[in-house]
Nanobody, 120 residues
Framework: HVQLVESGGGSVQEGNSLTLSCKASRYAYNSYCLGWFRQTPGNEREFVSRITSDGSTTYKNSVEGRFVISKDTAKNKLYLQMNGLKPDDTAMYFC???????????????WGQGTQVTVS
C-alpha cells in the first residue's frame, strides 16, 4: 500500500519559517525520487525540491538558499524546511515519490493530499 501523508502547514508571517513533514509508507519511501511540489488555485502544480536515494538534492530557483529538503530513513519521513518565507510561497504543498528516468530525472507516481501554507 502506497501512502504519503503531509503535515506541518499553517499560516505564518513573512520572514518566518515552517517545516513540512511527509510520512511515507516503506514502499513509497524507497522510491528513487522523493520530492515536494506546490500549487495555487488556477495554476499548475510546480516543482519545489527533490532528493534522490543517493542524496542528491535539487531546488526550484526561487527557493534555493531558503528551503532545505531532507529525509529520515529510520522514520520513513521526508521534510521540507522553509526559511525566509514570502507571500509568493503561499500554496498547497504536496509530497511525491517516483522512479528514476534516465536522462530526464524523475517520473512522479505517488502523491499525498497536500498541506496548506499561507504567508502574509
Amino acid at each position: 500500500h502506497v501512502q504519503l501523508v503531509e503535515s506541518g502547514g499553517g499560516s505564518v508571517q513573512e520572514g518566518n519559517s515552517l517545516t513540512l513533514s511527509c510520512k511515507a509508507s516503506r514502499y513509497a519511501y524507497n522510491s528513487y525520487c522523493l520530492g515536494w511540489f506546490r500549487q495555487t488555485p488556477g495554476n499548475e502544480r510546480e516543482f519545489v525540491s527533490r532528493i534522490t536515494s543517493d542524496g542528491s538534492t535539487t531546488y526550484k530557483n526561487s527557493v534555493e538558499g531558503r528551503f532545505v529538503i531532507s529525509k529520515d530513513t529510520a522514520k520513513n519521513k521526508l521534510y521540507l524546511q522553509m526559511n525566509g518565507l514570502k507571500p509568493d510561497d503561499t500554496a498547497m504543498y504536496f509530497c511525491a515519490a517516483g522512479d528514476r528516468v534516465l536522462g530526464a530525472g524523475c517520473a512522479w507516481k505517488y502523491w499525498g493530499q497536500g498541506t496548506q501554507v499561507t504567508v502574509s
